[in-house]
């Protein structure tokens, strides 16, 4: 397992366990609770999906794919420790899944949009040693219900498999328009202001 792979499943694991504890607390408390996935990937300078998608450069989206699949796998690992726990973190889960099915693929793509520009604008500040647009900015993104597709990895990872098998299909397709607009907001910056860099 290469460097670049094992600090993307760390990241993962990083967001899973914070994404546990907003399925165990939820609400605002929750909300401010899941910065510290963030606050461990910027200071560990883990590879996040959304912490990278906005400072990549053309010739490097394949790194960005295998960075989103070892995002997944981190998730994927805290997910499997989620199913131990007696908090009823399952059933949280699925109300979020069913929430962006019933939302549909378009519409939690253009809220990923939403996601990606804060997270870009959040890491940006953090490698300045600003912390304070991440400590807002992650639980403004989960109040406003703009959707992250490593959070919502790990959620939809927790959801009972039966569930997971029967929505499938609908599951990927609104899962790939989230992504994708993570990405598109993550380069919100660079794509209106015209810079090379968002810093």
């Known amino acids: 397992m290469n460097t670049l792979l094992r600090s993307s499943v760390l990241a993962g694991i990083a967001i899973g366990i914070a994404g546990f504890g907003y399925l165990a607390i939820g609400g605002l408390a929750g909300a401010v609770l899941f910065s510290f996935g963030l606050l461990t990937v910027v200071g560990y300078r883990l590879k996040l999906y959304t912490g990278t998608a906005g400072f990549i450069k053309k010739n490097e989206l394949g790194q960005l794919l295998l960075i989103l699949g070892g995002n997944i796998i981190g998730c994927l690992l805290v997910a499997l420790l989620s199913r131990m726990s007696p908090l009823g973190l399952q059933e949280s889960a699925q109300k979020i899944l069913e929430l962006r ?20 604008t959040a890491v940006t500040f953090a490698r300045e040693k600003n912390y304070l647009p991440l400590l807002f900015g992650v639980p403004m993104f989960i109040i406003c219900g703009f959707t992250h597709c490593v959070a919502d990895a790990f959620y939809y990872l927790c959801v009972p498999l039966g569930f997971m098998k029967e929505h499938a299909l609908e599951i990927l397709g609104v899962y790939a328009c989230i992504v994708l607009g993570n990405f598109i907001g993550c380069n919100l910056y660079r794509l209106i202001a015209g810079s090379s860099s968002a810093n």
């Open 101 to 120: 099915l019933s939302t549909g693929a378009l519409r939690c793509g253009l809220l990923g949009i939403g996601c990606g520009f804060i997270m870009t």
